[in-house]
């Protein structure tokens, strides 16, 4: 899982302006980006089953855009809940959970919360897509958050990360790091978070 370097020790979180201005090339990679370590892929991913709800928070309504550029709010799902999933090409546990997550939402019903798997890849579309075909993973309904809104509008200070948003359009559980897609309930699990 990689952790912003810019969010501790200073609270909040530098913001572009600021990151250029210190030194300008900052920009060039994402702010929360840690050199690429081969442990970092092996990080054990969380079972689903362990996360556990929590009270309620607020969420801002949240909007990311799908791949032909239409914006999609987070309260097009209330009534339903959904799992927001958080991830980039460049986040080595991101891309190993993939394949899972691409299974896991062709198993998916209109039922089942909607799983949102969203980009923060700073190419936006092009970018991802060549990315799946490259490594041949199904392909699946993909968001996209090329400006990092989401990761600032939240203070995310690290990927992969899964936000769990309940019917009510509060967020209820929150796990940074990878998290174990292909459990035979995975489903099911995600229907008692959203609750």
Known sequence: MYRNPFASPWKPALDRRQALILGGTLLAVPPWCKPLRAQDADE????????ARRAQHPLPDLVFDDASGVAHPLSQWRGRGVIVHVWATWCPPCVLELPRLAALAGRLG????????????????????????????????????????????????????????DKTG??????????????????????RLVG
Not at 44 to 51: I, M, V
Not at 139 to 161: C, Q, R
Not at 170 to 191: C, F, K, L, N, T
């Open 170 to 191: 509060a967020e209820v559980a929150r796990h940074g790091g990878p998290i174990d897609w292909s459990a035979p309930d995975a489903a099911a699990q995600m229907r």
């Open 44 to 51: 054990k991913p969380a079972n689903l089953a362990d996360l």
């Open 110 to 165: 209109p039922d089942d919360p909607a799983l949102v798997v969203v980009s923060a890849d700073r190419g936006g579309p092009a970018v991802v897509r060549a990315f799946l075909a490259r490594h041949h993973t199904a392909p699946f309904t993909g968001y996209f958050d090329p400006k990092t809104a989401i990761m600032e509008a939240l203070n995310l200070e690290e990927l992969p990360v899964t936000l769990v948003v």
